[in-house]
């Protein structure tokens, strides 16, 4: 079964500190994704960044950057120079690749982050 | 920007109603789901479709019922409301694996 393991529940930063947001996750495919989302106070949850299990390649999207590690299943999440819009919960997801096209996300449990002025 | 809504965002009701939560999305995704959130922020999966007359229960067992008639319609429905169903349930649709595009989600409170 696949297991999502989030250890961080809350976090607070000044602004403009970095910041990481782990996840460490658990399955037996050799074929899966890896996923962030974000959910700010308003409700509403935003896709960030998806990877498969083949490309270990880091990623940067502006003050975003990624870090997948096959070795010790983590695929942790950097925030650089923090702002108080990045204020919101940080979800990890993980998804299996099943045959029955059964693209099922199993999420962590979320990190609250917030960063104060 | 993600094309998918839900209706009512609040719902305050007395025990023993029937509910449906609406959801709605203009994209054409084949999948959509229903996710319950705790408070505590945890989310789990109530049930999923992956087209028109396709209902799946999800991994966490739900008194409410769905329904796929139309590809952009999934309205989630709870025959007898209880005090336990108090929570948010977010509604997502997906085309490609796991990049769900969520509603805004609708908080039920059952008195």
């Known amino acids: 079964a696949q297991k999502v393991t989030q250890a961080q529940t809350e976090i607070s930063v000044v602004e403009k500190e970095d910041v990481t947001l782990d996840c460490v996750y658990e399955t037996r495919d050799t074929t899966y994704y890896l996923f962030w989302y974000k959910q700010p106070p308003s409700g509403e949850l935003v896709f960030l960044i998806r990877r498969n299990s083949f490309d270990e390649q880091n990623e940067i999207s502006g003050r975003y950057s990624w870090n997948f590690q096959k070795s010790t299943s983590s695929f942790n999440f950097t925030i650089t120079a923090s702002q108080v819009v990045d204020s919101a919960v940080y979800f990890c997801a993980l998804s299996e690749f099943s045959g029955a096209g059964s693209y099922q996300l199993t999420f962590g449990k979320g990190t609250k982050l917030s960063v104060i002025p | 920007e993600a094309d998918i809504y839900q209706t009512p965002r609040y719902l305050v009701i007395g025990t023993g109603k029937k509910i449906t939560l609406e959801c709605s999305q203009t994209m054409g995704h084949d999948k959509m789901y229903w996710y319950q959130q705790d408070p505590g922020m945890e989310l789990h999966l109530i049930h999923y479709?992956?087209?028109?007359?396709?209902?799946e229960k999800g991994d966490l067992s739900s008194e409410s019922t769905v329904s796929r008639i139309r590809t952009e319609h999934f309205p989630l429905t709870l025959e007898s409301a209880r005090p336990s169903h108090t929570s948010q349930y977010l509604c997502?649709?997906?085309?490609?694996?796991?990049?769900?595009?969520f509603g805004e989600g609708s908080r039920l409170t059952v008195l």
């Open positions: 479709s992956y087209g028109v007359n396709s209902t």
């Open positions: 997502a649709s997906s085309e490609w694996v796991g990049e769900l595009f």
